[in-house]
């Protein structure tokens, strides 16, 4: 596709249900980004792949997050027995690899609402 | 630890005028600096970068100006326009790793 794509736009869940977040890069963009904003709050790293595996996991809140990429495209952030401070606009990115400058593509971000 | 640092969450400007937005940060290992963009319900977008071997990067009205001694880098908007209202986030990476987020600074440019 033209641009980075995640899906569901918008996503409400109850409290305890697990939720999927699904995000599609730009073609032959093998470093991919997940991010998130919570209300007034600036854009915190969550994790960061290159290719199928994730060299830095250390923003990821709590064990109930764990996201996977597979054939270095598609990845899924998934959040188990969602809290209400899970709340929050989940965005994905994805650069080129080994560029020394590059820039991150965002996509238009998932909206998690627990209630 | 808030490693990228942008303290005004917010900046008024008057259409024409220039806007300045500035970010500070704290690890002088980082190799190159970003600015991204944001409306509200869309992704950030990119706006200009530089590289921490410049000092000064030029795109149009957009110009990022970097001073690596007083870890500090700021992004003038020259002439301000109403379009450009939309919240301005800094970032900063190291050797091509993840891209490290300010908090935001809001622009509204009044007409």
């Known amino acids: 596709g033209a641009g980075v794509s995640q899906s569901p736009s918008n996503k409400v869940t109850e409290k305890g249900k697990d939720v999927e977040l699904r995000c599609d890069p730009i073609s032959g963009h093998t470093a991919l980004y997940w991010y998130r904003q919570s209300l007034g709050q600036g854009l915190e790293f969550l994790i960061y792949f290159q290719g199928n595996s994730a060299p830095d996991k250390s923003g990821l809140p709590s064990d109930r997050f764990s996201a996977e990429r597979t054939g270095g495209s598609v990845s899924t952030l998934t959040i188990q027995r969602t809290q209400q401070e899970d709340s929050a606009v989940y965005l994905c990115?994805?650069?080129?690899?080994?560029?020394?400058?590059?820039?991150?593509?965002f996509g238009q971000g998932t909206r998690l609402t627990v209630v | 630890d808030q490693q990228v640092k942008q303290n005004s969450p917010s900046l008024s400007v008057q259409e024409g005028r220039i806007s300045i937005l500035n970010c500070d940060y704290t690890?002088?290992?980082?190799?190159?600096f970003l600015w991204y963009k944001k409306y509200p319900a869309e992704g950030p977008t990119f706006l200009i970068s530089i590289s921490s071997i410049k000092d000064k990067n030029e795109d149009g009205r957009f110009t990022v100006f970097l001073n690596k001694s007083a870890k500090h880098l700021s992004l003038h908007i020259v002439p301000s326009q109403p379009g450009d209202s939309a919240v301005y986030f800094c970032a900063a990476s190291l050797e091509g790793g993840k891209l490290i987020f300010g908090q935001g600074t809001e622009l509204s440019v009044k007409p």
């Open positions: 990115a994805s650069s080129l690899e080994g560029l020394y400058n590059t820039e991150a593509f």
């Open positions: 690890n002088s290992m980082f190799d190159y």
